[in-house]
């Protein structure tokens, strides 16, 4: 069982709870989604609590995350935009340390769970719908009514942007969470190959190098993958929230 790669994707009970016939478990996804929130708070507090005219790493580290969220944010959805810097940055933290906490071997790899990265995207597109309808009132309907279309053609066309709006949460989802559990089924594969290898002796071992460095690479590049998403989920992020701010904008 330790060598299948889908094992460590199991959601396991840890304190089973049932209410009404409806199951409130706390399991080891909802232990590092805890974890994730906690290191995420514990990380920026204890690193800007004692901030220094010349800042420690961890403190530039913390000012970077800052800065650059926020002029990830000024670009993709303008200066009206910087309103919703609380909701992008934490929604990158929270990824972002979800991810790299799951790099740690044995550790439970929260984003790799396709109802955790589809209820942040939902998240994020209620967000849009709610602000741009209490802003906008039905003026919000622009965003599905592009400018200069023919009269002709602007069924299709609106029909065809009401059906890429409603795709957004499902490929929004489906990109962190694939990413996610193809990279740690693939690093756990080569793994395997390398315990599998090393058992048959001299030869196994010999034969082991290559599945090793392959793990060490894959190891590297999933780090980079793990920023990437994160990175990648806070940009569209921007640019849906622009949608809510300025919809009539494109």
Partial sequence: MSNDPTHQFLVNKIVPIEIGGI????????LFMVATVAAGIGFLYFTTGQRGLVP???????????????????????SHGMKFFPFVFSLFMFVLTANM???????????????VTFALAMLVIGTVVVYGFYK??????????????????????VT??????????????????????AGHITLKVFAGFVT?????????????????????????????????????????TCMYLNDAVHPGGH
Wanted: proline residues 5%; hydrophobic residues 55%; aromatic residues 12%.
């Fill in 160 to 181: 065809i942007e009401v059906i890429s709006f409603l795709s957004r949460p499902i490929s929004l989802s489906i990109r962190l969470f694939a990413n996610m559990l």
């Fill in 101 to 115: 906490l799951g790099m740690v071997p044995y550790f439970f790899t929260v984003t790799s769970q396709i109802i």
């Fill in 136 to 157: 906008h009132g039905f003026g919000f309907l622009k965003l599905f009514v592009p400018s200069g279309v023919p009269g002709m053609l602007l069924p299709l066309v």
């Fill in 56 to 78: 420690s790493r961890m403190q530039s580290v913390s000012e970077m995350s800052y800065e650059f969220i926020a002029s990830m944010l000024r670009e993709g959805a303008g």
């Fill in 196 to 236: 599998s290898l090393s058992a048959l002796g001299a030869v196994g071992v010999a034969g082991a190098i290559l599945p090793l460095l392959m793990t060490v690479a894959l190891t590297g590049l999933e780090f980079l993958v793990s920023f990437l998403q994160a990175y990648v989920f806070a940009v569209l």
């Fill in 23 to 30: 199951d409130f478990s706390f399991t080891n996804a909802s």
